[in-house]
């Protein structure tokens, strides 16, 4: 059987797979005789092969068979697609079009594809949509913008975050909603996204020396953060699972975590130590005038 190497333009690229796997499938190409590749993936693999040779078939995808199947899909495997296809596993391409040929073909297994939760692919698909999608919440919650005046005078909000996954262009949405009057930029290893107020500009990946050092305004956050630091409250196996360690490079307020972890026993003891505080007197308040030509009324 022919095999057919089909390589896509970047690891995010849904619309080439899109098309070569719908061409695929009306030809009959079943998933083990397609090699699914990227620049970014193919880099990586000591196992790829370098160019395509004999028997391989280099994005010239084939004509349909005669009696091709047809090809409808529902809506929630399209959305499940278009988080898998983030996710760094260089077989993911693999994966999507291995559901997509099992539903194409029908029966019992096509069925199983679609709805049966216990479907092995469909469980390791799920398990890394799951793994996209709490990526896309800790860049949520871990980034961290610093100021840089640029050449025209304007301020531009830089950050630098290392994601697990291809989210960076998919999760620039959240922070046009979240700062849309502000001028952002994220660098990422893989990608980076600016917005300009008006328009998100996208461009390759960089390097963490591309960002701003710390500043003034960054050691006003930890005065903050150390101020508002309870040692009573301190969980710190459930803080390393909500924020694991690996994030905390590139973190302010993780410089001062150890030296609060480790002084907090000592602080909780002088808290309860400590005598009873007495409240404000509280001041009553005003007494309204009363409206004498209402009160005749």
Not at 80 to 105: G, K, N, S, V
Not at 190 to 195: K, Y
Request: charged letters at 25%; hydrophobic letters at 40%.
């Amino acid at each position: 059987m022919q095999r057919h190497t089909i390589t896509l333009e970047h690891p995010t690229d849904w619309a080439g797979f899109r098309t070569a796997a719908r061409a695929l499938v009306q030809a009959n190409v079943p998933p083990h005789a397609v090699d699914w590749h990227c620049p970014a993936d193919t880099a990586e693999d000591l196992f790829a092969p370098e160019a395509p040779g004999s028997g391989i078939v280099g994005n010239r995808l084939p004509s349909p068979a005669p009696e091709a199947p047809r090809l409808r899909v529902s809506p929630d495997f399209v959305r499940l697609c278009e988080q898998l296809i983030l996710h760094r596993d260089p077989a993911r391409f693999t994966l999507m079009y291995r559901l997509l040929w099992r539903m194409a073909q029908g029966g019992a297994d096509a069925e199983a594809a679609r709805n049966d939760p216990l479907d092995a692919d469909r469980m390791q698909a799920h398990h890394m949509a799951r793994a996209v999608a709490r990526d896309k919440h800790k860049m949520h919650a871990f980034v961290r913008f610093r100021p840089v005046v640029e050449p025209d005078g304007q301020t531009l909000h830089m950050a630098w975050f290392e994601p697990d996954h291809y989210i960076t262009e998919a999760n620039a949405g959240f922070f046009i909603r979240r700062f849309t009057q502000m001028r952002w930029a994220i660098l990422t290893p893989d990608a980076s996204v600016r917005w300009d107020g008006t328009h998100l500009h996208t461009g390759p990946g960089g390097q963490r020396s591309d960002a701003p050092p710390p500043d003034a305004g960054e050691a006003l956050w930890l005065t903050y953060y150390r101020h508002i630091f309870n040692p009573a409250r301190l969980k710190l196996n459930m803080m390393k699972k909500e924020m694991p360690t690996r994030y905390w490079h590139n973190l302010p307020e993780a410089a001062l975590i150890t030296e609060l972890a480790q002084t907090a026993h000592e602080r909780s003891g002088q808290m309860v130590a400590a005598g009873p505080t007495t409240p404000r007197k509280r001041i009553a308040p005003m007494q309204r005038p009363v409206d004498a030509n209402r009160q005749r009324g």
